[in-house]
């Protein structure tokens, strides 16, 4: 276990114990640190003591050195957590668990990846081209890995870092050696409260680099560029990669199909490219991914028909980008709309054969879709399973040769599910029970 000499003997707060704040309370009591936690939702973990696990009005503020925040907590909104206006009241340093992960891992080589969409299949692609050619590395972050739980590979080791607007926003003491955002759209915005505030956040990622780090992003992301090409960055060594870059590595993979995965895929490929991996040993990498889950992920292919789980896709930009992937759809989407709806994915609908509305948005996305497109057939199904077993029968019925019965929400998932990860493991299930029974 990592720690830090720095905080030996100091008083230390730990507010929301979650993953990431359960991983940074290990490596803080493994540094002989003094911690007081608080968090409103959980049970007080073993490794806590009593003593530890109290109210933050209690705490002894006046000799608290550092009070470390979870990623979920917002640090520099107008509205703040009470815990924080008292740490700002004391003069308190406050930070994440990002920054105590930089604390603990000072000489590292750190990759950090962000973006709206495509920063987990990015990184994810990068981490299994240097594991497959026996580079040293690990993977963390918003990956769902904590970063405070890693044990930094070495000198010639590398950490790929995904960056949540969230971590990035309450990080101070990154140092990455480089660094690349996927794309930025609206997202998080009743975290952020509004778009400026939350592409700041994504740009502060390119604030974290050192002197000599690189910056990486798509040549066609038009928001990007202007940023880039401004004078604030004229100092700035990057390197735009296109989708075309791409293609030649990725057309043996069905795990990375669509536009959006063929920039995913470039950018993984240029930061490889960079660490002096030649063409053919990428190429042979890429051969050999799997891919993500819940990231246009096939669970069944056939000579006619395609079932793709893409519960990851909580937001129009990244459904739009599934949608744009094929055609002749099937498409399940619904859940928690957020602030864009269906957003660009309206821009696909002639792509669209039928829809199977779930969730809480199941009137709000009726509505939408009508407006750009009145001809396509809706269907109110509200429960996953009910949406799945119709697609799968009208799709059948259908007689097309070539369809996709496609589940991309555009939508959170907290209607009716944990997460994606659950909702997506619900369409699994569902989506085997039909094989099993023979009617796919």
């Known amino acids: 276990m990592n720690n830090i000499i720095i905080y030996k003997n100091k008083d230390v707060g730990i507010l929301g114990l979650g993953v990431s704040g359960l991983a ?14 608080f968090d409103d939702q959980k049970e007080k973990p073993s490794i806590i003591k009593k003593s530890s696990w109290i109210n ?12 470390v925040v979870s990623p979920g907590i917002p640090i520099n909104n107008k509205e703040k957590h009470n815990a924080i206006k008292l740490a700002i009241d004391n003069n308190v340093q406050i930070i994440n668990d990002i920054d105590l992960f930089v604390e603990t891992n000072p ?38 890995i904590p970063a405070c739980s890693i044990k930094d590979p070495g000198e010639h080791g590398v950490i790929i870092l995904e960056l949540s607007s969230y971590q990035l926003d309450g990080a101070k003491k990154l140092s990455l050696d480089m ?19 939350y592409v700041s956040c994504k740009l502060k990622i390119i604030n974290f680099l050192k002197t000599n780090g690189i910056f990486f992003f798509d040549k066609s ?33 069905n795990y990375l199909k669509g536009t959006h995965n063929e920039i995913n895929a470039s950018i993984a490929i240029s930061i490889a490219k960079k ?37 990851k896709s909580t937001n129009g930009e990244s459904t739009a980008a599934a949608l744009k992937s094929f055609s002749n759809i099937f498409w399940i989407v619904g859940g928690k709309p957020k602030n864009d709806g269906i957003g660009h994915a309206k821009k696909f609908l002639d792509k669209v054969v039928e829809i199977f509305l779930i969730g809480n948005s199941t009137n709000y996305f009726s509505k939408e879709i009508l407006k750009f497109n009145r001809k396509i057939p809706q269907n109110e199904c509200i429960t996953l399973e009910k949406a799945t077993k119709l697609a799968i029968k009208k799709s059948k019925k259908s007689k097309l040769k070539n369809y996709v019965i496609l589940f ?28 099993d029974k023979g009617v796919i």
């Open 24 to 37: 940074a309370a290990k490596v803080l009591l493994n540094s002989k640190a003094n911690i007081f936690v």
């Open 56 to 67: 933050y009005n209690y705490w002894p503020w006046e000799s608290i050195k550092t009070l």
């Open 107 to 144: 000489k590292a080589k750190i990759i950090g990846v962000t973006g709206t969409n495509g920063k987990s299949t990015t990184a994810a692609l990068l981490f299994h081209i240097l594991k497959f050619n026996k580079i040293k590395s690990v993977i963390c972050g918003n990956f769902g």
């Open 179 to 197: 660094a690349a955002i996927i794309n930025i759209t609206p997202d998080h915005l009743d975290y952020h409260e509004n778009f400026d505030r």
């Open 221 to 253: 992301n038009k928001l990007l560029n202007k940023i880039i090409d401004s004078k604030k960055y004229n100092s700035l060594k990057f390197i735009r990669t296109h989708k075309n870059e791409a293609k030649n590595f990725t057309n043996d993979n």
């Open 275 to 311: 660490l002096s991996i030649n063409d053919n040993k990428i190429q042979l990498a890429i051969k050999s991914f799997k891919g993500l889950s819940h990231r246009m992920e096939p669970l069944y292919i056939s000579e006619n028909l395609q079932i793709i789980n893409d519960s």
């Open 408 to 435: 991309s929400p555009s939508a959170a998932s907290f209607d009716q599910f944990k997460n994606f990860e659950d909702r997506g493991n619900k369409f699994k299930q569902i989506v085997n029970s039909q094989l």
